[in-house]
Each structure stands twice: as structure tokens, then as C-alpha cells.
């Protein structure tokens, strides 16, 4: 059987896609592979996440705001003491 130039065609293009579709799934996996390391990584690294970082900040401002009203009580009770 004698291949024509069509059917060469088909089978070098038949073999692009499989090595294109291979090369996908060798990317993905790599993918996957760099970003678990990535993680463990951080995780090692005993880095917080975005949610403790914004819960710890929020507590951070209320408490902050607490500080400041007790100071301006202190402030004002100690002003009391002085006049009396």
C-alpha cells in the first residue's frame, strides 16, 4: 500500500495534536506539582492566611478604639479630681 501525501498529512497532523494534547497534560501536572510545593511551603513558613490577617486587624481597630474612649474617660475623670 502506497501512502499519498494526503494521508501522510493526516498522520503528521494526527501526531501534532496527540504531542500538543501530551504537552497540556504534562503542563497541568507541573501545575499542580509547583503549586502543592508552594503551599507546603507557605505552610512551613507558619504564614497566616487572608482571613486571620483581616480578623486580627479588626480586633486590632477595636481595640484601639476602646484605648482611645478609656483615655478620654481617664482624661475627663482626672480633670473632675483636679477641679474638686
Partial sequence: MVDTPNRLMDEFSRLM???AGMAQGVR???ENVVK???????RDM???SRDEFEAVKAM????????EKL???IAE???KLTRS
Avoid: G, H
Avoid at 60 to 67: G, L, P, Q, V, W
Fill in 71 to 73: 483615655m478620654a474617660r
Fill in 60 to 67: 486590632a481597630i477595636a481595640a484601639r478604639d476602646d484605648n
Fill in 28 to 30: 497541568r501536572e507541573a
Fill in 17 to 19: 495534536t496527540d504531542a
Fill in 36 to 42: 502543592a510545593q508552594f503551599e507546603r511551603m507557605m
Fill in 46 to 48: 507558619d504564614i497566616v
Fill in 77 to 79: 475623670l482626672e480633670s
